[in-house]
């Protein structure tokens, strides 16, 4: 039996653990001195398939002036209100553990869960998350789009490496 594709949440963080400032700026991750592209390249290649929330989908799709970054990746976009397929992306608005286990079991490579902040606490909540590389920032937000929500229950994590990129540090842990 072939080994299970594994779903990674590739994401970064401010050191007080904000994903974005409470109006979507990610400003203060971009004038952080990184080391080359940071690993993204190296993870990127081991993906062939992206999930992404509606939100975080049209912050992408407005930043970068309609040029979608992950045109030859399978990409399903999770949205309660669009459904249908367009050149880069599929919606999805099915059973958020249903439809992933189901592309889990698929052939292929890596899953990047790339958020936003809601959808990435659904895919906790219900361990769909098989390992976490979280790129962490010199930077003190104060408030902002949370990492991780609070929440009820806990999740053991077993860490797999440490990599510092200039003034990033990277941890990759995998779930226990």
């Excluded at 970064?12 to 203060?28: K, P, R």
């Excluded at 045109?71 to 249908?84: L, Q």
């Excluded at 408030?143 to 990277?170: A, C, D, T």
Aim: hydrophobic share 35%; net charge neutral; proline share 2%.
């Amino acid at each position: 039996m072939l080994a299970k594709r594994k779903l990674f949440l590739y994401i970064a963080t401010s050191l007080d653990g904000y994903i974005a400032t409470e109006d979507d700026s990610l400003e203060w991750l971009f004038k952080t001195e990184g080391e080359g592209d940071n690993g993204y390249s190296e993870f990127y290649n081991t993906v062939d398939t992206i999930l992404i929330g509606r939100r975080t989908y049209d912050w992408i799709i407005e930043k970068e002036k309609g040029n979608f970054p992950y045109k030859n990746k399978e990409c399903y976009i999770f949205s309660r209100s669009k459904s249908g397929k367009n050149e880069n992306v599929e919606f999805i608005n099915q059973d958020v553990v249903e439809f992933t286990n189901k592309i889990k079991r698929l052939d292929g490579g890596n899953i990047w869960l790339v958020g936003g902040g809601n959808l990435l606490h659904s895919f906790i909540k219900e361990r769909l998350v098989d390992e976490f590389i979280i790129t962490i920032a010199p930077t003190l937000l104060g408030h902002g789009i949370p990492l991780f929500k609070k929440n009820n229950f806990e999740l053991e994590l077993k860490l797999k490496n440490i990599r510092k990129l200039n003034q990033f540090v990277e941890l990759h842990y995998e779930v226990k």
